[in-house]
Nanobody
Framework: QVQLVQSGGGSVQAGGSMRLSCEAS????????MGWFRQAIGKEREGVAV???????TYTESVKGRFTISKDNRKKILYLQLNSLKPEDSAMYYC????????????????????RGQGTLVNVSS
């Protein structure tokens, strides 16, 4: 599995914003799907957002309207903009890539990954 390099994250108060980045230069070619999933302490992994090679995006319901996934194809960097953060958004966030299609953010949990980031902690205080 190829290692992606993440940056960003940290601590913020509820209502705040932050941006996560994921550098995918080590990944050969253009994956069909890239995205983010998260895992909070004591909870199962949850797919957050995915973006296809064509730029189509889908989000899990709890982050719709607050999070935005995007990518810079030239620089091979994936982003996740997190706005209006809530304490329940606190988790370790991971970027991921699949050469096969993603049908939803849950695809990052259900199917195998070709690449994954090291994880970055997002802590939202109330």
């Amino acid at each position: 599995q190829v290692q992606l390099v993440q940056s960003g994250g940290g601590s913020v108060q509820a209502g705040g914003s932050m941006r996560l980045s994921c550098e995918a230069s080590a990944l050969r070619g253009d994956p069909e799907c890239m995205g983010w999933f998260r895992q909070a302490i004591g909870k199962e992994r949850e797919g957050v957002a995915v973006i296809t090679n064509q730029g189509l995006t889908t989000y899990t319901e709890s982050v719709k309207g607050r999070f935005t996934i995007s990518k810079d194809n030239r620089k091979k960097i994936l982003y996740l903009q997190l706005n209006s953060l809530k304490p329940e958004d606190s988790a370790m966030y991971y970027c991921a890539a699949r050469r096969a299609l993603c049908f939803s953010p849950r695809s990052l949990i259900t199917y195998s990954l070709d690449a994954r980031g090291q994880g970055t902690l997002v802590n939202v205080s109330s």
